[in-house]
């Protein structure tokens, strides 16, 4: 191998690990570790050897999408734990970072919602799409049970996010990708209401959501 060739091997290793720092920089600006004394950078550069290892860029744009959000936890929870930050305040952190992130996207589909003659309808048929997109069947053995203008119930006996942390050692992260999944919810708290029976924290084999309208308060 002569010189130019190993320049150039060096070059696409390289384009290939900025990949990983310029996917996270959307979710990162968000995190605000408060007075901790963390370096925001240390996480960056974990993302991206953690991006790298798991072959981030040959991945469809599902498989990315969940690998984005799941290293991001991962890595965030390692340096923030290693700045003294305790478990839950971390998971707050994070769950913070990850809701900011999407958070004008997910605005504009809650105003229409909400100026719907059916919000709780409407906020069906914009999220079981999106739902059917992240969560499927290959990855999290996804069933709507029920959907209709009152009640939907959609049940999954596979979590990708699970087993991502089972293989990486850290099952008290799955509980940040259960706080991940609630977001959607946790906007439309006046409005939609969610009963949640979630197993897969304490390494069962199942999760349930069960959304209805708001009642009147």
């Known amino acids: ?10 070059n696409i290793e390289d384009s290939i690990h900025e990949n990983g720092g310029q996917r996270v920089d959307p979710i990162l600006v968000h ?3 408060g007075d901790a004394e963390v370096d925001k950078g240390n996480i960056r550069k974990r993302f991206m050897d953690t991006w790298e290892y ?16 799941a290293c991001f936890i991962y890595n965030a929870h390692i340096v ?9 305040k971390a998971r707050i952190m994070i769950v913070s970072a990850l809701t900011q992130w999407k958070k004008e996207e997910r605005n504009k589909m ?24 992240v969560h499927t069947w290959r990855h999290f053995l996804l069933e709507h049970k029920t959907v209709n203008d009152k009640n939907w119930v959609y ?8 087993e991502f942390f089972i293989r990486f050692g850290r ?8 706080g991940f999944d609630q ?20 390494l069962g084999s199942v999760c349930q959501f069960d959304y209805k309208p708001a009642k009147d308060k």
């Open 31 to 33: 995190l605000d570790v």
């Open 80 to 88: 923030l734990d290693e700045g003294n930050v305790r478990m839950e």
């Open 155 to 162: 049940k999954m006996k596979k979590c990708w996010f699970s």
């Open 110 to 133: 809650i105003e229409k919602e909400k100026a719907s003659d059916n919000p709780f309808k409407a906020f069906v048929e914009n999220h079981q799409p999106q739902v059917d997109d």
């Open 1 to 10: 191998m002569n010189e130019n060739t190993e320049t150039s091997h060096d």
């Open 171 to 178: 099952t008290d992260y799955i509980k940040t990708a259960c």
């Open 54 to 69: 798991e072959n981030g860029d040959s991945l469809n744009d599902e498989e990315q999408y969940l690998t984005t959000v």
């Open 183 to 202: 977001i959607p919810w946790e906007a439309r708290k006046d409005y939609i209401d969610l009963k949640l029976s979630n197993l897969f924290a304490q």
